[in-house]
């Protein structure tokens, strides 16, 4: 199939070949569109592709986050990019509720599209859609209908890929928006309502009211398998808006679903190689590992590699490529040893504790202070606050937590089981 290439209104051919633009990036999605919207903001003469395997770009997904996982001299910026914000949001348990005075902000395809919009108007941003890559490389692209463009450098953002270094559990749930006949009566998002049945693993539903009468419900499973068994959840769902929302007139506007990787383990081997600085592209977003270990949500770690993007280009042009090769290798080891705390809690939540009391590892959790609470989502734990996580009761069986404690010994039996089988 030939690309599309989307408005070249202003695109001038003698600055932006087809050949030549000075960035290509493969994926625009998430942290592809993300990344292009940074740098074109702050670089008024960068030019940059983006090729994109589907028919549009941004897809049609909402991103939630709380406001302060994002960068503080970014979150200004990021403004243009939230569709809703809340102040403040509920988390119930069977022995917890609690209202926590966090920030939470959702954007979606459609902001993140006008987010790029002006850029792809003044021709800086070409986009090629219904376009396939076959071959990334640091410098190049070869699409799958044998053209080949260059650049000065190349960001791989095609989403995730699974991997044998990266021992996985999952988050899988589906999510349906509905519009109420009546207020639904929902003030503020449910982040976490986990008194609902514990079936397979740790279960919750997450509500998020866009407005009186229209709300997202999402019902949600960290399991220790991928299969996601959608018409049971959506059966569950319509039980939990009449019988816990008592809503009985509502139409299902839109639906969503997602298997997110949870990381219990990286080999560090893999987490601390950067012997491809030069020969592979950069990786951002999922397909780079770029998501918050627990939770699966890539957004803040979007924004995090966009900036890093963009500040090596401000600090090296006009020959950047080089630069933002070596920097984001090392940018993917930095987030392998920022995350390394949150895969231990990962191996407690899901190898130590049995599934069907999984929920009771976040309850404790939040019976924490908010700022606690907050630098978990950045990933930005203290000492204090990782020793506060782990001292006192703790919910799981203490020989189970000692026995997944080590990553080092959890990866090899891992790797051993794997091999037997
Ligand atoms: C339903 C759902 C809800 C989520 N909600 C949240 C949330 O609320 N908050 C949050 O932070 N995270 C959320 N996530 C997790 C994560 O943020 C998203 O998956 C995010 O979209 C990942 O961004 P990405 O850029 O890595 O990949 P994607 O957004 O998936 O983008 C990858 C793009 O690459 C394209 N592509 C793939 N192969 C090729 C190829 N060979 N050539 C050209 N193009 C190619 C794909 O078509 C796609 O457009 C959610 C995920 C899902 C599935």
Known sequence: MDCKQIRQIGLNRTNVSEKAADMIIVGAGLSGLMTAWRCLDIHSELTVIVIEASETIGGDHTWSFNKSDILEHLQDWITPFIAHQWSSYDVKFPKRKRKLEISYCTGNSDTLRRCVQPHI???????????????????????????????????????????????????????????TKKPHGVHRPIIMDATVEQLGGYRFVYCLPYSETEILIEDTYYTD??????????????????????????????????????????????????????????????????????????????????????????????????????????????????????????????????????????????????????????????KSDKLRILIGKPPVPVSKALKNFSERAFIGREKTQKDVT
């Open 121 to 179: 108007d003044s021709g800086r941003l070409i986009v090629k859609t219904d376009c396939r890559a076959a071959d990334v490389q640091p410098y190049d692209v070869t699409l799958e209908n044998g053209q080949k463009l260059s650049a000065k450098c190349v960001l791989d953002a095609r989403g995730f890929k699974a991997n044998a270094d990266v021992i996985l559990g999952y988050q899988k749930f589906v999510g349906h928006v509905i519009r």
């Open 225 to 382: 398998g991928a299969e996601l068994k959608s018409q049971e959840v959506d059966a569950r769902i319509k039980d939990y808006i009449r019988d816990n929302l008592g809503v009985k007139d509502y139409e299902v506007s839109r639906r969503e679903k997602g298997v997110l990787p949870i990381t219990l383990a990286v080999d560090e081997s893999f987490g601390t190689d950067v012997s491809h600085e030069k020969t592979a592209p950069v990786q951002l977003g999922m397909t780079g590992g770029y998501y918050h270990a627990v939770t699966g949500y890539s957004l803040p770690e979007a924004v995090k590699s966009a900036n890093v993007v963009c500040d090596m280009i401000e600090k090296n042009k006009p020959e950047f490529g080089a630069a933002v090769l070596h920097e984001m290798a090392y940018h993917r080891v930095d987030h392998y040893h920022e995350e390394k705390f949150l895969r231990l809690l990962n191996r407690m939540l899901f190898r130590a504790a049995k599934p069907t009391e999984r929920y009771k590892v976040l309850q404790r959790f939040y019976g924490l202070s908010e700022g606690l609470i907050e630098r978990f989502y950045r990933n930005r734990l203290t």
